[in-house]
């Protein structure tokens, strides 16, 4: 069964960092993609990014780019976002997802999602 | 970016049939995957690809499309049906964002 469990949200003031964490099982870690994708409270999803089975190659929304830095860690099947220079905007629950197909590289969508870690930005 | 429009908000008696709608001009030339999100969990895919149903969800659970409006349909509603409904695309060309998801929609059984 696929399992994925992030941790490291919390309460960080405006300009601060935080690193965020998920926690794989279940399934061959090295051969998917994963995901981050978050949701502000009360609001619709919004994808943040991506990185490959080998981090070849890595996405990030415009909103997050050169503040936001995915990467991951095979050996120990866990994935990582760290997040610089937070805005109150940037308050949301960020949820880890894995890609759908088995080749490494980013499909089209999500097919299964942590419990989701909440990040709250405010003085 | 691109938009996909749903509806806010479908009410349902139990047992009656909810249509739930995707609609946007990005639709055409895309796959479209649905997304259930009951109230404080996380999203689950019910449908991927317009009509495919990932193992595990009830065939109550169906998809279908038109070039720029799809449908997901739940046929025979349960409470536990009750949730957030999100529809989503991805974009290709080195669009950014490289996914987008609809407004989403409130189901409430009544």
């Known amino acids: 069964e696929v399992q994925l469990l992030e941790s490291g949200g919390g309460l960080v003031q405006p300009g601060g960092s935080l690193r965020l964490s998920c926690a794989a099982s279940g399934f061959n870690f090295a051969s998917y993609a994963m995901k981050w994708v978050r949701q502000a409270p009360g609001k619709g999803l919004e994808w943040v990014s991506d990185?490959?089975?080998?981090?070849?190659?890595?996405f990030y929304a415009d909103s997050v780019k050169g503040r936001f830095t995915i990467s991951r860690d095979n050996s120990q099947n866990m994935m990582f976002l760290q997040l610089q220079s937070l805005r109150a905007e940037d308050t949301a629950i960020y949820y880890c997802?894995?890609?759908?197909?088995?080749?490494?590289?980013?499909?089209?969508?999500?097919?299964?999602w942590g419990q989701g870690t909440l990040v709250t930005v405010s003085s | 970016s691109p938009e996909l429009t749903q509806p806010p908000s479908v009410s349902v008696a139990p047992g009656q049939t909810a249509k739930i709608t995707c609609s946007g001009d990005a639709l055409a030339g895309h796959y479209v995957y649905w997304f259930q999100q009951r109230s404080g969990q996380a999203p689950v895919l019910v449908i991927y690809?317009?009509?495919e149903r990932p193992s595990g969800v009830p065939d109550r659970f169906s998809g279908s499309s038109s070039r720029t409006t799809v449908t997901l349909t739940i046929t025979g509603v349960q409470a536990e049906d009750e949730g957030d409904y999100y529809c989503?695309?991805?974009?290709?060309?080195?669009?950014?964002?490289?996914?987008?998801f609809g407004s989403g929609t409130k189901v409430t059984v009544l």
């Open positions: 997802a894995k890609d759908p197909e088995g080749h490494g590289y980013t499909s089209e969508s999500f097919d299964s």
């Open positions: 990185i490959t089975g080998e981090s070849e190659t890595t």
């Open positions: 690809k317009h009509t």
């Open positions: 989503q695309i991805a974009l290709s060309g080195g669009s950014n964002p490289r996914y987008v």
